[in-house]
């Protein structure tokens, strides 16, 4: 079975700092990764994936991530943060070829400080 | 494209009724999984729904049932309310549950 391990459930930076948000995942197979990001009383929008190929992948609003299979990390990063950046982040891991469902992290609230 | 639709946003209901939540996909999309989200379990995965069939099961209760539709809309019916039912309910949606999910903007249900 796979599972997620977002650390930190809440992260403050300052407007205009690096962003990095942690993930590590456990999955006996080959994983699709994946960071959502949800708004209050939102659904979930999708900010990136890795399915296969280029460990480093570019997503929306200036995020990526790069998939590290042997630190079992996707971590998250935006070099510049935004007051609107500021939301819950999530990293979910399906495994490939296998049930179609999502394992979720707990998710991180970032602060953007002014 | 329209997005994933989820109808109603909103629900108040008593401990003890059944609900019926729906979900459009997005259109060409023929899988659509469901996830409760709650402050203390977090997202968890209900069911996912392909082709009229009910392709996975999370760990839930037999309250919790769905169906798909010929057009890939989907329902999830929550039978005999508990108070522990209330959550933000998520469709989502993805070409054929191998690709990414797209999700909709939920269904907060609250059971009083």
């Known amino acids: 079975a796979q599972s997620v391990t977002q650390l930190g459930s809440h992260v403050s930076v300052s407007e205009g700092a690096l962003v990095l948000l942690r993930c590590n995942y456990s999955?006996?197979?080959?994983?699709?990764l994946f960071w959502y990001v949800q708004y209050p009383n939102q659904g979930l929008q999708l900010l990136l994936k890795?399915?296969?190929?280029?460990?480093l992948v570019k997503g929306i609003n200036g995020f990526e991530a790069e998939f590290k299979k042997s630190e079992t990390s996707f971590h998250l990063t935006k070099p510049s943060a935004l007051m609107s950046d500021a939301a819950e982040y999530f990293c979910a891991v399906r495994v490939s070829g296998s049930a179609r469902q999502l394992t979720f992290g707990s998710g991180t609230q970032l602060t953007v400080l002014p | 494209k329209a997005g994933v639709t989820q109808t109603p946003r909103y629900l108040i209901k008593t401990r003890g009724q059944q609900v019926t939540l729906s979900c459009s996909p997005i259109s060409g999309h023929r899988s659509v999984s469901w996830y409760q989200q709650t402050p203390g379990q977090g997202l968890q995965f209900l069911f996912e729904y392909f082709s009229e069939t009910q392709r996975n099961k999370g760990n839930f209760p037999g309250r919790f049932s769905g169906r798909q539709f010929s057009n890939s809309r989907s329902e999830m019916n929550v039978s005999t309310l508990e108070l522990g039912d209330s959550a933000l309910y998520l469709c989502?949606?993805?070409?054929?549950?191998?690709?990414?999910?797209?999700f909709g903007q939920g269904t907060r249900l609250t059971v009083v």
């Open positions: 999955s006996s197979v080959p994983p699709y």
């Open positions: 989502a949606s993805s070409l054929n549950g191998d690709t990414e999910a797209f």
């Open positions: 890795y399915t296969t190929g280029a460990t």
